[in-house]
């Protein structure tokens, strides 16, 4: 899984931006604050773990998003979701069943 790539802000920073629509590495830069080959850098680390693909038009290079590794961490984090819900379940219980002190 990749969670070692997605630890990386500015990875997680791209994937948000690639989420609305197709970037090239200049714009995806520009938002970045990054230098040209620092943003070149997370792409390629980017494409190795699956979660971005690069298309060729012309001399432009769009970088797009691939949602699919996405969906198998989602699946993976499903226990953990449903614990957590339970979690904050019986809080919700609890503080209903506090007294107010006004």
Known sequence: MPFDVLAEPARRHILDLLLQRPHQVSELTHHLGLTQPGTSKHLRILRQAGLVT?????????YE??????????AWLTPYRK??????DRLEHHLNTMEDDQ
């Open 54 to 62: 690069v298309r060729k038009d012309a001399q432009r290079r769009w």
């Open 65 to 74: 998003l691939r949602p699919q590794p996405l969906t198998e961490i989602d």
């Open 83 to 88: 614990l957590w819900n339970h979690s904050l």
